[in-house]
C-alpha cells in the first residue's frame, strides 16, 4: 500500500509536540512492514533543512482567492528518516522560522493543502491512502471530494488523526473564497456553528477517524471544544489508535542527547549520573528525589496549577524532594514560576523554552515525570519516561489512563490520581517521596518500565488494517 501522509510537523524536521514526533515515526514503521509511507509538510526555515539536500520535484501555480503564487516541492536526497520526505516551499508564506503562532496561519495552511492537492492530481499514479493529521490538513477530505479541480483524484479514500481536537482551526466564512471552487450544495460539511472550522469538517468528510488513544477517543463525547454531537454522530468511523514512540531515537542505551547512557541492568547507575548532570546544572540536591516536569505550560496540561503544587509540597509534605521545570506557554505561568527560582533551597529550578536535548536528559535522569494534564489525547512523554526508568506521576485521562497503573494496583508502575487539583497531585507527590525511600520498590519499578513495550510495533498493525478495510 502505499499511503502520502500530510502534516504540519515531523521530527526532525520541524516539532512543537507530540503530532511531530508522531509522523516522524509512524511512516517509518508503515515502510519496514513492506508498505510505501511518504510525508510532506510546509517548508520552514529549520536547521533541517539548510543542513541537508534536496532534488526538486515539481513546480507549480496555484491561488488563494485572486491571489496568485508560486510553488515548488523538493525531496530529501537520501532518504535518512527512513521514508520520502517533501518539503512544500510558498515563498513568503510557509518559509518561516516558527511551525505556528502568525496572524496568517489559516491562510498559510490552506494554500499548503491546496498545493498539496494541486501536486498530487500531477502525480502518474494515485496513493491508496491519503492520511491527514489534526486541523491544518483537515480541509484536505472536503477538498478532495467536492472541489471540481480535484475530481481526478476524487476516489482516493482520506483518514484524519485527531491529535488534539482543543484546536480546530475556525475561520470566518469570508475565507471561503480561499476554497478553490467546490459543490456549493456541500456548504454544511465544511459549516460548525456558523464558522468554517476545519477540524469538524476533517471528521465529516473523512473516510476515517482516529484518534491517539481509545480512551480520548470516548472523552471526546462529552467534552471536545463544542464538537461532542459531532463525535457522537460520527462514531461509527471514529476509532482510537493509541500511539507508539519511535524506539530508535528514545533509547537511554543510544541516545544522542545523553553523555551517559545506560541499559536497564545498569539502570540505577546510569540513572545516577544523568541526575547528578542535572543538579549541577540546576543547583539542585542529588540526594532527593528529583520530580520533573516537561512541555507545554497551558491549562490542558495543568501547568497553573505548578506553582501551587511546588509550594503546597514544599510546606506540607516537606523539602524532600527537588522540581526542575522546562517548558513555555502562557505568560502568567512562566512568570509565576520563574518568579520562585530565589526561593530555591538547592531544590526548584526551571528553564523556560524548547530544549529537546535537556528534555532526553530529564527523562533519563529525573527520578519522576508529573504530568497533571486536565486533557491527554496520548501523551508521549509518560512513554518516554518510562523507557528511560523514570515513574510517570499522572492523572488518569486519555492515553495516560491507557498506559498507566498505579503502583498500587496489581502489576502497576505509576503513581495515578483522579483530580487534576493541588490537592491530588500533592498527595502524589508524598507517594513518590515515600516510593523513593523503598530503594528495592523503585528498582524493581524502574525494571519494570523498561521493559514494556510501547513500541509502535502494535499500533502500526491497527493502522494497517483500517487502511486495507478502506481500499477493500
Ligand atoms: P503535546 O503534543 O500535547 O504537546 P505530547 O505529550 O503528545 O504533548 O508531546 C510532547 C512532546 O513535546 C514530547 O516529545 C516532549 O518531550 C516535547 N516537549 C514539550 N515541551 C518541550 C520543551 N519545552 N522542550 C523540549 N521538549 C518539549
Redesign the pocket.
Known amino acids: 500500500m502505499e499511503i502520502l501522509h500530510v502534516s504540519a510537523e515531523c ?1 526532525p524536521v520541524a ?8 509522523v516522524g515515526a509512524l511512516p517509518k514503521y508503515l515502510n519496514d512492514l513492506g508498505h510505501i509511507a511518504k510525508v510532506v509538510m510546509p517548508m520552514y526555515r529549520t536547521k533541517f533543512l539548510y543542513a541537508n539536500e534536496w532534488d526538486v520535484v515539481h513546480k507549480g501555480s496555484s491561488n488563494l482567492g485572486n491571489w496568485v503564487f508560486e510553488f515548488t516541492v523538493i525531496k530529501e536526497k537520501t532518504n535518512k528518516l527512513g521514508f520520502d520526505l517533501y518539503l512544500l516551499d510558498i515563498n513568503g508564506l510557509l518559509d518561516r522560522e516558527k511551525v505556528y503562532g502568525y496572524d496568517d496561519d489559516s491562510e498559510r495552511f490552506t494554500a499548503f493543502q491546496i498545493c498539496v492537492l494541486d501536486w498530487l492530481s500531477t502525480w502518474q499514479h494515485h496513493p491508496d491512502v491519503v492520511h491527514v493529521h489534526d486541523h491544518h490538513t483537515a480541509l484536505i477530505p472536503f477538498m478532495i471530494k467536492h472541489c471540481y479541480k480535484y475530481t481526478s483524484i476524487k476516489s482516493i479514500p482520506t483518514v484524519l488523526t485527531i ?2 481536537a482543543e484546536y480546530q482551526g475556525w475561520m470566518n466564512w469570508s475565507n471561503s473564497i480561499f476554497i478553490p471552487p467546490w459543490d456549493m450544495w456541500k456548504w454544511g460539511m465544511l459549516d460548525w456553528k456558523n464558522n468554517i472550522n476545519p477540524l469538524a469538517s476533517g471528521i465529516k468528510c473523512a473516510d476515517k477517524v482516529t484518534t ?1 488513544s481509545p480512551s480520548y477517543l470516548q472523552e471526546l463525547k462529552y467534552m471536545s471544544n463544542g464538537l461532542e454531537a459531532l463525535f457522537e454522530y460520527e462514531k461509527g468511523k471514529c476509532s482510537g489508535i493509541l ?1 507508539g514512540i519511535d524506539v530508535d531515537v528514545w533509547d537511554p542505551n543510544t541516545d544522542t542527547y545523553l553523555q551517559h547512557h545506560f541499559s536497564t541492568d545498569e539502570v540505577e547507575a546510569g540513572k545516577a549520573k544523568n541526575k547528578m548532570q542535572l543538579c549541577e546544572q540546576f543547583g539542585l540536591d542529588f540526594e532527593k528525589p528529583l520530580i520533573v516536569f ?3 505550560l497551558v491549562g ?2 495543568g501547568a497553573d496549577l505548578l506553582p501551587k503544587v511546588v509550594a503546597d509540597s514544599f510546606l506540607y509534605v516537606g523539602r524532600r524532594m527537588n522540581f526542575l521545570i ?3 506557554g502562557s505568560p502568567d505561568v512562566e512568570i509565576a514560576l520563574t518568579a520562585m527560582q530565589p526561593l530555591s533551597q538547592y531544590d526548584y529550578n526551571v ?1 523556560i ?4 536535548g ?3 536528559v530529564m ?1 533519563a535522569g529525573a527520578d519522576f515525570l508529573l ?1 497533571p494534564s486536565r486533557v ?7 512513554m ?1 519516561s518510562m523507557r528511560y526508568g523514570t515513574v510517570p506521576m499522572v492523572r488518569r485521562t486519555g ?1 495516560l489512563k491507557d498506559t498507566v497503573i498505579d503502583f498500587g494496583d496489581q502489576g502497576g508502575y505509576g503513581i495515578c490520581y483522579d483530580y487534576a487539583s493541588v490537592g491530588d497531585i500533592c498527595h502524589g507527590v508524598w507517594r513518590a517521596v515515600e516510593l523513593y525511600r523503598d530503594h528495592k520498590k523503585i528498582q524493581a519499578i524502574r525494571r519494570q518500565m523498561m521493559n514494556l513495550d510501547f513500541s509502535w510495533k502494535k499500533s502500526v498493525v491497527q493502522y494497517i488494517s483500517l487502511y486495507e478495510g478502506l481500499i477493500a
Open positions: 521530527y516539532k512543537a509536540g507530540g503530532l511531530g514526533d508522531v491529535h488534539n491517539v500511539n516537561i512541555g507545554r490542558e496540561k522546562l517548558g513555555s528553564y523554552g524548547y530544549h529537546e535537556l528534555s532526553h527523562y504530568m491527554e489525547p496520548c501523551g508521549l512523554n509518560q518516554y492515553g
